[in-house]
C-alpha cells in the first residue's frame, strides 16, 4: 500500500519532494516513539518530524492542550488570549535575559523577524552566519545558510551575509581552531558594518557538530564588545533537546535575540523570538502576518514548557543521551576503526562516516538499511555524510538500545 501512495504522491505533488526519497513508506498513525505505516510495519522513530516532536507521538498532555484549546478558539492574530499571556509568562521564566515577544509561524520566519530586528536597531547590513549554517529557505534565510541545495539559489537572495567557517574540530583547517574562528569573527566585525551575528549552538543541518567549550562564551564577548546583537537559533537545538530547555543555558550566556521554533509546537506550526527589551523600538505592524501566534501552538507551547520544568525529562535526556553516544562510538569503533567521529550533547547526536584519507561517505544506504530494519534515522551534513539522533526526548530506553541494535546491524553489513 505505502508504494501504491507514494506513487500517487508523485504525480499529485511537486518534484521538489525531499523525505519521501529517503522513506519509502506511507504513515497510517504515530504514538510515542513508533510509527506505524500504512502496511502495518512499527518503526522506532529517531527523527521525530525533524526534532519536532519532542515529547513523544500523540502524547495525551499536548493531545489535551489543543483540544482545551479548541473548544474555546482557534485563530484570532494578535487579539490576546488569555493563554497567550500565560504561555509568555511561562516562556520568560526559562530565559535568562529580560526578553519580548514576536510571534511567527516557522522556523525560518522567526530568523527573518530576528535578522530584521537586529538590521533595525543598529541600522547596519551584514549579518554574520557560519559556513555549516541552515537558518531556512526563505529570501533571507537562504542568503545565510550553506547547504549544497541552498548553494544554488544564492545569487537570487539576500547577499548581505559575511560567512565564517563554525569550528568543526573533525575538519578544522586551522590547529587552533577555536581561538582563530573567533578571531576571523572580530575581524569582520572591524572591518564591515555588520548588523548581526547568528549561530546555532549546535550546527543542526550541518552535521550536529558541537563546537568545542567557550565558542557561544567567545562570540558573546566579542558582540557585546563592538555592539552586535548576538543572534542565538534554537530552532533545533531548543525546547530540551540538548538537555537543558536552551542549548545556550549551556554556555551561560545571555544571548540578544533567540529564534524558537519546531518543538515549541510539537508539531502545530508556531514560532517567535525571543529578544531583549532594549531592541523593543520597532514600529507599529514591523512583522505582521496572518498566521502567528496560533493559539493552538501556543497552548501545546505552554503545556511543552511546563513539562520540561517540572518532570526530571532534561536529567533523563542528559544521561540517556550520553549513554547512546557511547554506544555510537563503540559501535562505530568496531567497523569503521578510527575513520568516524560521533558527537553530539543530549538527544542530538551525530554520526559522522568517512573513508581512511576523511573523505565524506554519503549515508543514504545507511538510511535505507535502517528502514527495512525499523529504525527511521535521517542524514544531515554538507555532504550527506552523518546519520543523526534525535529520538523524542520520551523513547523508552528498551526501544533506544533495539534501534541500537538495529544501527550496528546496519553498520556491519553496509560495505565500506
Ligand atoms: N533554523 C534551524 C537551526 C533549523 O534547523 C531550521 C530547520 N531545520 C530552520 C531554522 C528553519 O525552520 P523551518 O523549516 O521551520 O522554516
Request: charged share 25%.
Amino acid at each position: 500500500k505505502s508504494l501504491e501512495i507514494l506513487k500517487q504522491q508523485e504525480e499529485l505533488e511537486t518534484s521538489a519532494l525531499n523525505y519521501p526519497k529517503y522513506f519509502r513508506i506511507a504513515v497510517k498513525e504515530a504514538k510515542g516513539s513508533t510509527i506505524i505505516d500504512v502496511d502495518d510495519n512499527i518503526y522506532i522513530d529517531w527523527f521525530a518530524g525533524i526534532a519536532v516532536v519532542n515529547l513523544g507521538h500523540n502524547n495525551p498532555i499536548i493531545r489535551k492542550a489543543i483540544e482545551t484549546q479548541l473548544d474555546k478558539i482557534w485563530h484570532y492574530l494578535e487579539i490576546p488570549t488569555e493563554i497567550r499571556i500565560e504561555f509568555m509568562k511561562t516562556l520568560r521564566k526559562t530565559l535568562n535575559f529580560d526578553a519580548k515577544f514576536l510571534f511567527t509561524t516557522t522556523g525560518a520566519d522567526a530568523v527573518e523577524a530576528a535578522v530584521k530586528i537586529a538590521r533595525w536597531n543598529t541600522g547596519k547590513r551584514y549579518i554574520i552566519a557560519f559556513n555549516e549554517a541552515y537558518h531556512g529557505v526563505t529570501a533571507g534565510t537562504v542568503g545565510l545558510s550553506n547547504s549544497t541545495n541552498h548553494r544554488k539559489f544564492q545569487p537570487y537572495y539576500d547577499n548581505n551575509v559575511i560567512r565564517l567557517p563554525y569550528p568543526y574540530e573533525y575538519r578544522c583547517p586551522f590547529r587552533d581552531c577555536l581561538n582563530e574562528v573567533l578571531s576571523l569573527v572580530e575581524h569582520e566585525i572591524k572591518i564591515n558594518d555588520v548588523a548581526g551575528l547568528i549561530v546555532e549552538p549546535i550546527a543542526g543541518e550541518g552535521g550536529y557538530i558541537v563546537p568545542p567549550k567557550g565558542f557561544l562564551k567567545g562570540l558573546r564577548e566579542i558582540t557585546t564588545e563592538y555592539n552586535i546583537p548576538l543572534i542565538v537559533d534554537e530552532v533545533q537545538t531548543g525546547v530540551g533537546r540538548t538537555g537543558k530547555i536552551w542549548a545556550y543555558e549551556w554556555e551561560g550566556i545571555k544571548p540578544d535575540i533567540v529564534t524558537i521554533a519546531k518543538a515549541i509546537g510539537e508539531g502545530i506550526p508556531i514560532s517567535l523570538v525571543a529578544y531583549n527589551k532594549d531592541l523593543d523600538k520597532l514600529p507599529q505592524a514591523f512583522h505582521l502576518g496572518t498566521y502567528r501566534g496560533n493559539p493552538l501552538g501556543i497552548a501545546v507551547g505552554n503545556a511543552t514548557l511546563n513539562y520540561l520544568m517540572n518532570s526530571n525529562i532534561l536529567d533523563r535526556v542528559v544521561s540517556l543521551g550520553e549513554y547512546a553516544k557511547k554506544r555510537f562510538d563503540e559501535i562505530m569503533e568496531n567497523y569503521y576503526k578510527g575513520k568516524y567521529d560521533v558527537r553530539g550533547l543530549g538527544f542530538m547526536i551525530g554520526v559522522e562516516f568517512s573513508n581512511e584519507r576523511k573523505d565524506p561517505i554519503n549515508v543514504k544506504p545507511y538510511i535505507e538499511t535502517l528502514l527495512e530494519k525499523g529504525v527511521i534515522m535521517y542524514k544531515a551534513g554538507i555532504y550527506d555524510n552523518v546519520l543523526r539522533f534525535m529520538a523524542p526526548l520520551t523513547i523508552p530506553k528498551q526501544l533506544l538500545d533495539r534501534g541500537l541494535e538495529k544501527f550496528e546491524e546496519a553498520v556491519k553489513e553496509e560495505p565500506r
